[in-house]
T-cell receptor, first 110, second 113 residues
Framework: LAKTTQPISMDSYEGQEVNITCSHNNIATNDYITWYQQFPSQGPRFIIQGYKTKVTNEVASLFIPADRKSSTLSLPRVSLSDTAVYYCLVGDVGTYKYIFGTGTRLKVLA | DAGVTQSPTHLIKTRGQQVTLRCSPKSGHDTVSWYQQALGQGPQFIFQYYEEEERQRGNFPDRFSGHQFPNYSSELNVNALLLGDSALYLC????????????FGEGSWLTVV
């Protein structure tokens, strides 16, 4: 299973765009990249998933370069309620066995 | 459409006791996975059930066991509880493979004293 590396923490201000980059050098051909958000004492919440290029949904965008060795989660115009831990996961969606790293603690300031 | 539901939400047990945690998957999902999350850490994969059988297992001792029922709901059992078993236990469900993501419940907080 591919190991992921993310920044431990990030600070941002309300209204700014936040980009969190994840490194996964050993990603396998069958692996997808998935991002989760977790608030204290709650279960992780699915944000976005992709395999290559760019994926966009109503809350975020995911950018994946051609070599797939990294990915970037983009959160447009963050608010205070986006303060949370963000996890980047890489895994074969056929098996659903995901290895979580330590995640990135995003703090949004007023 | 109810999401993944877990019970109980909080419980306290004494060292050496046994505990059972329960999970109902999201409607239409037949695969259930369990994760343990210690305070300040990311979730750690315990095991996964599909078609009432354990399909995959993480690096957890045999004290951790599980079961999946015909209606796809699942139980996590932990025997001979240790203080280090205190954690948030998360259940995640997903539809059959391939190509779908997993959805987590809110977890069960276990405190071992």
């Amino acid at each position: 299973l591919a190991k992921t590396t993310q920044p431990i923490s990030m600070d941002s201000y309300e209204g700014q765009e936040v980009n969190i980059t994840c490194s996964h050098n050993n990603i396998a051909t069958n692996d997808y990249i998935t991002w989760y958000q977790q608030f204290p004492s709650q279960g992780p919440r699915f944000i976005i998933q992709g395999y290559k290029t760019k994926v966009t949904n109503e809350v975020a965008s995911l950018f994946i370069p051609a070599d797939r060795k990294s990915s970037t989660l983009s959160l447009p115009r963050v608010s205070l309620s986006d303060t949370a831990v963000y996890y980047c996961l890489v895994g074969d969606v056929g098996t659903y066995k995901y290895i979580f790293g330590t995640g990135t603690r995003l703090k949004v300031l007023a | 459409d109810a999401g993944v539901t877990q019970s109980p939400t909080h419980l306290i047990k004494t060292r050496g006791q046994q505990v059972t945690l329960r999970c109902s998957p999201k409607s239409g999902h037949d695969t259930v996975s369990w994760y343990q999350q210690a305070l300040g850490q990311g979730p750690q994969f315990i095991f996964q059930y599909y078609e009432e059988e354990e399909r995959q297992r993480g690096n957890f001792p045999d004290r951790f066991s599980g079961h999946q029922f015909p209606n796809y709901s699942s139980e996590l059992n932990v025997n001979a509880l240790l203080l280090g078993d205190s954690a948030l236990y998360l259940c995640a469900s997903s539809p059959g493979p391939p190509g779908n993501t997993i959805y987590f419940g809110e977890g069960s907080w276990l405190t071992v004293v």
